[in-house]
């Protein structure tokens, strides 16, 4: 899905590893509690992995379309663009993820 949305391998990839590390590090984090993996834990892992995909793409789909408006080559110029784009979806997502 990520490669089809972004069409590009590279950042596909390094998707990929972002939501590989979310997923380590919420289950690190309950081993470190002392928690066994009963059915709210694997809910909560599974929620980590939805919510990883939808903020790794409103980043990832605006850094791939800076190109389109002229931060080509450029990755400060482009990371700007996507950060720029995709701040306000991102803050409004996680405050209602949070409430």
């Excluded at 990929?16 to 993996?37: K, Y």
């Excluded at 599974?46 to 789909?61: E, K, M, R």
Aim: proline share 3%; net charge neutral.
């Amino acid at each position: 899905l990520l490669l089809v949305t972004t069409c590009n391998p590279v950042l596909a990839l390094l998707t990929v590893v972002c939501l590989v590390q979310s997923i380590f590090l919420t289950l690190a984090v309950l081993v470190l509690l002392g928690w066994e993996l009963g059915i709210l834990e694997a809910v909560s892992v599974a929620l980590i992995i939805g919510l990883g995909v939808d903020y790794t793409l409103h980043y990832a789909v605006p850094y791939r379309l800076a190109g389109v408006a002229g931060a080509v080559g450029k990755r400060k110029d482009r990371t700007d663009f996507a950060l720029h784009h995709a701040l306000s979806p991102i803050t409004m997502g996680a405050l209602t993820t949070f409430v």
